[in-house]
T-cell receptor
Framework: GENVEQHPSTLSVQEGDSAVIKCTYS??????FPWYKQELGKRPQLIID?????GEKKDQRIAVTLNKTAKHFSLHITETQPEDSAVYFC???????????FGTGTSLTVIP | DGGITQSPKYLFRKEGQNVTLSCEQN?????MYWYRQDPGQGLRLIYY???????QKGDIAEGYSVSREKKESFPLTVTSAQKNPTAFYLC?????????????FGDGTRLSIL
């Protein structure tokens, strides 16, 4: 089955700096990669996603890059704000089924 | 994601008791999922269902059971065989059918042992 690894597990940045979270996956059949933000005690919410036919996608301060050859994808948050503080999860979905495989999460703290 | 409703928000289980967590969606999604989240941990898949009357075990199915009698409902029963049930339980749904669309999550149920 698929194995998704996520790094780092914790990340602290100064307000206004950039944050980068990296994930790797093992199944070359995976073709869809969503990113979720989870605030304490709340539901995970989709913040951005990318499909395997695209190398990069941006939405305002958030971007995701995908390298299919190396089997890794990354989340980039620019001009970080205190409200960006949360746990971020990457996930991968294989085209052989409807199961999503999640990374172990990155706890991001933005220091004002 | 107002389309997925989990209830109750908090649940307490006595030793030897089975409890059922409710998950209802009005998104017309085919696929539904149950995850367990322990403090500071990621999401671990308990069960998932791709279509009505069908479901598959996830990574940690032991001590849990599910049913999928209706498209919009996917209840999870935590049985007395689950010795460490204290966790945050999340239900999710997706369009399914091979479409690359995200999962939508409910607000979760926090289960504790009395």
């Amino acid at each position: 089955g698929e194995n998704v690894e996520q790094h780092p597990s914790t990340l602290s940045v100064q307000e206004g700096d950039s944050a980068v979270i990296k994930c790797t996956y093992s199944d070359s059949a995976s073709n869809y990669f969503p990113w979720y933000k989870q605030e304490l005690g709340k539901r995970p919410q989709l913040i951005i996603d990318i499909r395997s036919n695209v190398g990069e996608k941006k939405d305002q301060r958030i971007a995701v890059t995908l390298n299919k050859t190396a089997k890794h994808f990354s989340l980039h948050i620019t001009e970080t704000q205190p409200e960006d503080s949360a746990v971020y999860f990457c996930a991968a979905r294989s085209n052989t089924g409807n199961q999503f495989y999640f990374g172990t999460g990155t706890s991001l703290t933005v220091i004002p | 994601d107002g389309g997925i409703t989990q209830s109750p928000k908090y649940l307490f289980r006595k030793e030897g008791q089975n409890v059922t967590l409710s998950c209802e969606q009005n998104l017309n999604h085919d696929a539904m999922y149950w995850y367990r989240q322990d403090p500071g941990q990621g999401l671990r898949l308990i069960y998932y269902s791709q279509i009505v009357n069908d479901f598959q075990k996830g990574d940690i199915a032991e001590g849990y059971s599910v049913s999928r009698e209706k498209k919009e409902s996917f209840p999870l029963t935590v049985t007395s065989a689950q010795k460490n049930p204290t966790a945050f339980y999340l239900c999710a749904s997706s369009i399914g059918g091979g479409h690359n669309q995200p999962q939508h999550f409910g607000d979760g149920t926090r289960l504790s042992i009395l």
